[in-house]
């Protein structure tokens, strides 16, 4: 299985900036580790009108919306956040 490229929205990485030292290592590790499993268990796709098919994965409270872009072997995360605002 050939590695995946992780690309990071701007607006997600200044989310990621301002979650707690401690918690966003581990979120790092969990995007990360998508490089070598794109929809890794646990992954849910987001249900939407989006023609862009848009999965998520989660650490504690936190999410991580992305999309996969297979044909170029990219994931782009869009948005890192709590469970209660990463939604709205």
Do not use: C
Not at 8 to 27: C, F, T, Y
Not at 36 to 48: H, V
Request: proline share 2%.
């Amino acid at each position: 299985m050939s590695k995946y490229k992780i690309q990071i929205a701007e607006s997600a990485e200044k989310s990621l900036a301002k979650i707690p030292k401690r918690d966003r290592s581990k979120i790092i590790e969990k995007i990360e580790s998508l490089k070598e499993d794109s929809r890794p268990t646990g992954y849910i796709k987001l249900k939407g009108s989006s023609k862009v098919a848009l999965y998520r994965i989660r650490y504690g409270d936190y999410r991580m919306v992305y999309t996969v872009k297979d044909e170029n072997l990219i994931i782009l995360i869009l948005e890192i956040g709590n469970r209660k605002e990463v939604y709205s």
